[in-house]
């Protein structure tokens, strides 16, 4: 196993445009987890999944803002019509079933909003 | 909602020396679990050290330990004979039973020569 996957490591973007990351998992974890963190700041929760189940998404996040994961496998995180604001690092991490086992993070999508 | 405080932005120390990172949460959970985690710079976030908050006993892992206390709601890192590999920010997390974490704002650490 390779560990969390994420693609692309880099995307550069105009504002009003939609973007697309995704994420593989670590293949034995059923937990499913996307962050974002900005400069200088920790990882802020955006949504989690259960297998395909996407059990919470954070109140902070907008309409423009959505995720699946088909099949329990890899995950997608697409937002509309980018923001200024959205500029970030996108953080995915996995974790089996036990949520005390701690996170296995992957290196993140940088996203530039221009 | 659980809050994570880390109250030092930047530290540094020096190679081979003792450094003591603070954290501080909030919760009215019972049961949960504690996490120190390290980012170098342009690197990926790998976990240090866990506790499992009904454990009274602090985790150790090799050069890394904690003071966990739990009436204070407190949860240091400590790092012992600092390498120069240890320079990264430092986050605390807090991690509910439903497995979502909560992390705080990090602790940028530069280990000097």
């Known amino acids: 196993d390779t560990g969390v996957s994420q693609d692309p490591r880099h995307k550069i973007t105009k504002r009003g445009q939609n973007v697309t990351f995704r994420c593989d998992p670590i293949s034995e974890h059923n937990r499913l987890y996307w962050y974002r963190q900005t400069l200088g700041q920790g990882p802020e929760f955006l949504t989690y999944f259960q297998n395909e189940a996407q059990l919470e998404k954070s109140r902070l996040l907008s309409d423009r803002f959505s995720a699946e994961r088909p099949k329990g496998s890899f995950s997608t995180l697409e937002i509309q019509r980018t923001e200024q604001g959205d500029s970030a690092m996108y953080l995915c991490?996995?974790?089996?079933?036990?949520?005390?086992?701690?996170?296995?993070f992957g290196s993140g999508t940088r996203l530039t909003v221009v | 909602a659980q809050t994570v405080t880390q109250s030092q932005p930047e530290m540094s120390v020096q190679e081979a020396e003792t450094v003591t990172l603070s954290c501080t949460y909030d919760?009215?959970?019972?049961?949960?679990?504690l996490f120190w985690y390290k980012q170098p710079p342009s690197r990926q976030m790998i976990l240090v050290i866990r506790?499992?908050?009904?454990?009274?006993q602090n985790a150790t892992e090799n050069r890394f330990s904690v003071n966990f206390q739990k009436a204070a709601k407190s949860f240091s890192l400590k790092i012992s004979d600092s390498q120069l590999g240890d320079t990264a920010m430092y986050f605390c997390a807090f991690c509910a039973p439903r497995g979502k974490s909560t992390f705080g704002d990090g602790t940028t650490l530069t280990v000097k020569p």
């Open positions: 919760t009215s959970e019972s049961n949960y679990y």
């Open positions: 991490a996995s974790s089996p079933d036990r949520g005390g086992d701690g996170y296995t």
């Open positions: 506790q499992e908050a009904y454990k009274q």
